[in-house]
């Protein structure tokens, strides 16, 4: 099973900021990489796929890159909507898995 | 605007067998892989199960022995089934569409106590 690692485990930033959010494959998962954002009580959002595809009506401030084993979200600018926990997860092998999760919450 | 809506019991006891069904607004089954992920209060997420529109399935290792996945095109449904529940099973399970997970039903809270 691959394992993802996300860090940090929390960023604590400010709106307007640069968020840059890291997740490590245990093996190399090519670009087959998802980024997931949830806010409490709801169900995940798929964000980006395919590792720098952005999903529908994804803003253009979302925007990943990576390959292999290392992969990163950027938001270019947070907005207040965007505090929420966000999630990597790989389909290169079966089964699919999910990151930790790292928070992004207010400064 | 397609949405996944889902339902099943939200209580049960251990060594009780889980039982969800999840449907499509649009009847759009084909083309899609259809999945149950599930995610422990406070914790992250885990796939269990898919299944494509011919009733192709594949499980979690993890779970296999466990679950069992199933869709019904003619009612536009597709179900999960885990048996021998313990209460580390008790999670807030999602139905969603996609190879890619680009669409999640509402989520159902599933507690497992005596």
């Known amino acids: 099973e691959v394992v993802l690692t996300q860090s940090p485990g929390t960023l604590s930033l400010s709106p307007g900021e640069r968020a840059t959010l890291s997740c490590r494959a245990s093996q190399s998962v090519s670009r087959y990489i998802a980024w997931y954002q949830q806010k409490p009580g709801q169900a995940p959002r798929l964000l980006i796929y395919d590792a720098y595809t952005r999903a529908t009506g994804i803003p253009a401030r979302f925007s990943g890159s990576g390959s292999g084993t290392e992969f990163t979200l950027t938001i270019s600018s947070l907005e207040a909507e965007d505090f929420a926990v966000y999630y990597c997860?790989?389909?290169?092998?079966?089964?699919?898995?999910f990151g930790q999760g790292t928070k992004v919450e207010i400064k | 605007q397609v949405q996944l809506r889902q339902w099943g019991a939200g209580l049960l006891k251990p060594s009780e067998t889980l039982s969800l069904t999840c449907t499509v607004s649009?009847?759009?089954?084909?083309?899609?892989?259809w999945s149950w992920i599930r995610q422990p209060p406070g914790r992250g997420l885990e796939l269990l199960a898919e299944i494509n529109h011919s009733g192709t399935s594949i499980y979690n290792p993890s779970l296999e022995s466990r679950l069992t996945i199933s869709v019904d095109t003619s009612k536009n449904h597709f179900s999960l089934k885990m048996t021998s529940l313990t209460a580390a099973d008790t999670a807030t399970y999602y139905c969603?569409?996609?190879?890619?997970?680009?669409?999640w039903g509402q989520g159902t809270l599933v507690t497992v106590s005596s």
């Open positions: 649009d009847g759009s089954f084909t083309g899609y892989y």
């Open positions: 997860q790989q389909r290169s092998d079966w089964p699919p898995t």
């Open positions: 969603v569409r996609g190879a890619w997970f680009d669409l």
